[in-house]
């Protein structure tokens, strides 16, 4: 896994605007940034807008940088589904910044997905449109 990135508040805010207005490089927009702004829609907004926002804008970031294979429903629900999970039980008097970087800490990587599905399902074009339930393992969360 790579080290996790110790973004200021300002600096978290900036990576959400460049996100939302599609003008982050595409390689920037790694699972750890993914993450990051999942988390701030998710401690900001209630739930269903948070997760109707991280849809919106994926499809709009992979639609304005010609990379429409980067949105995934299954995937985009699985994540949110966990985050709001890890944040129900993280600190909420803590920082913001720590509360990212705790979360970056323990699940920055991509490989907890495959603990609950197969590349075949999670990367299915059904998979791509809807959400699809596990094949290997309930979530446990959601």
Not at 30 to 47: E, N, Q, S
Not at 61 to 73: D, G, K, V
Not at 113 to 134: C, D, G, I, M
Request: hydrophobic letters at 45%; zero cysteines; glycine letters at 2%.
């Amino acid at each position: 896994m790579k080290p996790v990135p110790q973004r200021s508040e300002l600096e978290i805010e900036a990576l959400v605007e460049a996100f939302e207005s599609a003008s982050i490089a595409p390689a920037a927009f790694d699972h750890h940034a993914h993450v990051t702004i999942a988390l701030w829609y998710l401690m900001r907004l209630p739930y269903d807008v948070a997760v109707a926002r991280m849809r919106e804008r994926t499809q709009h970031f992979a639609a304005a940088t010609r990379h429409p294979q980067l949105y995934n429903e299954t995937i985009t629900l699985f994540w949110m589904k966990l985050l709001r999970h890890v944040l129900e039980e993280a600190d909420r008097s803590a920082p913001a910044t720590e509360i990212v970087a705790s979360v970056l800490a323990r699940w920055g990587s991509q490989a907890f997905v495959f603990k609950h599905y197969t590349k075949e399902r999670v990367l299915s074009e059904t998979a791509k449109r809807e959400w699809v339930e596990p094949d290997l393992r309930p979530l446990g969360f959601g």
